[in-house]
Nanobody
Framework: QVQLVESGGGSVQAGGSLRLSCSASGRTYSSYCMGWFRQVPGKEREAIVQ????GLVDLREGRFTIPPDNAKNTLTLLMNNVTPEDTAKYYCAYQGPRRSGGWCPIDRYSSWGQGTQVTVSS
């Protein structure tokens, strides 16, 4: 079992910044993927960023960044210049060990955090 602890989120005005952090513990693996996803009620969950144990990153939003010192089995997302469209519940996810069949397949995330709400006001 992998436990995920999420922190950050909250309410911010448009143009501001937020920091989301996620730390994995328990039965973690040396070969893994982690990701941040977000979901708005009535819409499908979407991937924002994924990272593997080698530090390879797939970041889907150009306004967001990953700090260069992101530690193993953690994933920090720096959200910059946020807009009301970033309002959603954000979830951290973990999969491991990595297997063949593509890089960090979305459907292989087996551990999910409880989610943290991000609300951006205009």
């Amino acid at each position: 079992q992998v436990q995920l602890v999420e922190s950050g989120g909250g309410s911010v005005q448009a143009g501001g910044s937020l920091r989301l952090s996620c730390s994995a513990s328990g039965r973690t693996y040396s070969s893994y993927c982690m990701g941040w996803f977000r979901q708005v009620p009535g819409k499908e969950r979407e991937a924002i960023v994924q990272i593997d144990n080698d530090g390879l990153v797939d970041l889907r939003e150009g306004r967001f960044t990953i700090p260069p010192d992101n530690a193993k089995n953690t994933l920090t997302l720096l959200m910059n210049n946020v807009t009301p469209e970033d309002t959603a519940k954000y979830y951290c996810a973990y999969q491991g060990p990595r297997r063949s069949g593509g890089w960090c397949p979305i459907d292989r995330y087996s551990s999910w955090g409880q989610g943290t709400q991000v609300t951006v006001s205009s």
